[in-house]
């Protein structure tokens, strides 16, 4: 079964990136803002964030080069440079760690790919 997600939960979880790859695996409950995936097949509150934080990582992973992306996120706190990230990868790293920039035309692109 395929799940799929809409911009705006990408954003979401983008938003709570940080926290679910740091544990706290609460931080997805409310990351959808009313908005779940089309299928919720989720047994345990908690796995709605680590399941959505794995779609987006193999989304983003399948923009650039195999490895790079798993490689970075393993500690989103750090700088995206010097990972050899896509510019878009870049872009998202750079959104997951604060720095604000407007991703949602990228969003709009891993919806069709998460």
Do not use: C
Not at 66 to 85: A, F, I, K
């Amino acid at each position: 079964m395929r799940l799929t997600y809409s911009a705006k939960h990408i954003i979401a979880i983008l938003d709570n990136y940080s926290s679910v790859s740091s544990g706290d695996f609460d931080a997805g409950e409310s990351q959808a803002g009313g908005s779940k995936p089309n299928r919720n097949i989720f047994k345990a509150p908690f796995e709605n964030s680590i399941i959505s934080k794995a779609d987006i990582d193999t989304a983003i992973g399948s923009l650039g080069i195999p490895g790079h992306w798993s490689t970075w996120s393993r500690d989103p706190e750090q700088s995206p440079v010097g990972h050899g990230l896509t510019p878009i990868q870049y872009r998202i790293a750079e959104y997951i760690r604060g720095h604000g920039n407007h991703i949602k035309g990228t969003a709009y692109e891993l919806s069709k790919i998460a």
